[in-house]
Each structure stands twice: as C-alpha cells, then as structure tokens.
T-cell receptor
C-alpha cells in the first residue's frame, strides 16, 4: 500500500504567492524527506526532518512534521517560475531498509 | 561533474528483447538503488545494494537482474522485455544507507513496443 500521499495532487498559483503541499503517511517513521522533480529530470533532495523535530527551514522552504497526525507540510514562500515541478515526500519506516515515496504534488507557478 | 550518471537516457526496443542500463556514481557512496517510475509518476524501489551486496529485492520479476561490479556501479539487465516494463528507471545513491539523502540520476526512459 502507498505509504505517503501528497495533497493536493496538483496546485497552480501565481508567481510570488506561497505554495503549501501536504503529505500523510500511515506508520511510524524515523525521518521524512522532501524531494523535487523537474519535468524529465531526476529527483533532487530538498530537506530532511527527523521524527523528533517539528519544523525545519531551508531558504524559502519550511517543513513541518506532526507525528501525532502522521503528516508533514512543505511551504514554499514567494514562489518563482523555477519552482514549477513535482514534489514528493519520502518516509523511512523502522525496520524497512528503504524509502517509500508519496504520490507527489504537481506544482505550477503562473508567471 | 555529474554525480550519478545513467546510460542510455532513452531506450526504445521491441518486446522480448534483452537490454541493460548502466549507472555510475562518483560520490563515494556505499549504497545504490534502482527505482521505477510509472506513467503516473509513482516511484517505487526495485533494488538496493550496499558495498556491492544486495540489500533489497522488492518483489521484482526475476527478468530484472542487477549487477554491482564495484560500489560505484550498479547496472540493471532486463531479459525478455514486456510492454509493462515501459517506464522511467532511476538510479540513486546515498552515503549512509537508505535514511540519508539520496542522489538521483537523470533517469532512463524505456519504451517497449
């Protein structure tokens, strides 16, 4: 079964606005990662948040983690056209030697 | 310098053929992976290797055979290709096992006709 599910599946916003996407997962995790995938490219790591952390920042990115609700959110502030991409969360579950990727949110920034 | 490279970038072939995809990483990482991304962008792990040893074989048909000649290379050989094998295949690597940051190659787009 799918471990991580992003919401919404697709999001279109005007350049300069903030974009928020969410990830829900089903089992306990050690950490959660967010990746970006530009069209026709491989995934690029954005940020990792550990299960004992609640919030993390990196430039225009802000990630929150709520382990009680088994959810995470990725906020991109002051969006730019170059932020147009698909965004995936990935979780590791204790005991499984792998990352499980979510279904992705396709973000389109309208210039 | 490309950190994780894959060849070929595109692969178009007939059903029943055998093909290989090569992957190399110059990051000095111990762990390498093969992922399959389907047409709906769903990314699923196929194999992982740590220091040339198989760690994960995620219920992949045995037509798929990974080979790791050294820890910088993880190749994927596919026998008797089927239509359902059409997908994008990504190689990735990480330094400290699966929990750390994974670095992805550019992908190999496989189309089976």
């Amino acid at each position: 079964s799918q471990q991580g599910e992003e919401d919404p599946q697709a999001l279109s916003i005007q350049e300069g606005e903030n974009a928020t996407m969410n990830c829900s997962y089903k089992t306990s995790i050690n950490n959660l990662q967010w990746y970006r995938q530009n069209s026709g490219r491989g995934l690029v790591h954005l940020i990792l948040i550990r299960s004992n952390e609640r919030e993390k920042h990196s430039g225009r990115l802000r990630v929150t983690l709520d382990t009680s609700k088994k959810s995470s959110s990725l906020l991109i502030t002051a969006s730019r056209a170059a932020d147009t991409a698909s965004y995936f969360c990935a979780t590791d579950q204790g005991g499984n030697e792998k990352l499980t990727f979510g279904t992705g949110t396709r973000l389109t920034i309208i210039p | 310098d490309t950190a994780v490279s894959q060849t070929p970038k595109y692969l178009v072939t007939q059903m029943g053929n055998d093909k290989s995809i090569k992957c190399e990483q110059n990051l000095g990482h111990d762990t390498m992976y093969w992922y399959k991304q389907d047409s709906k962008k769903f990314l699923k792990i196929m194999f992982s290797y740590n220091n040339k040893e198989l760690i994960i074989n995620e219920t992949v048909p045995n037509r798929f055979s990974p080979k790791s000649p050294d820890k910088a290379h993880l190749n994927l050989h596919i026998n008797s290709l089927e239509l359902g094998d059409s997908a994008v295949y990504f190689c990735a690597s990480s330094q400290k096992g699966f929990r750390g940051t994974q670095y992805f190659g550019p992908g190999t787009r496989l189309l089976v006709l």
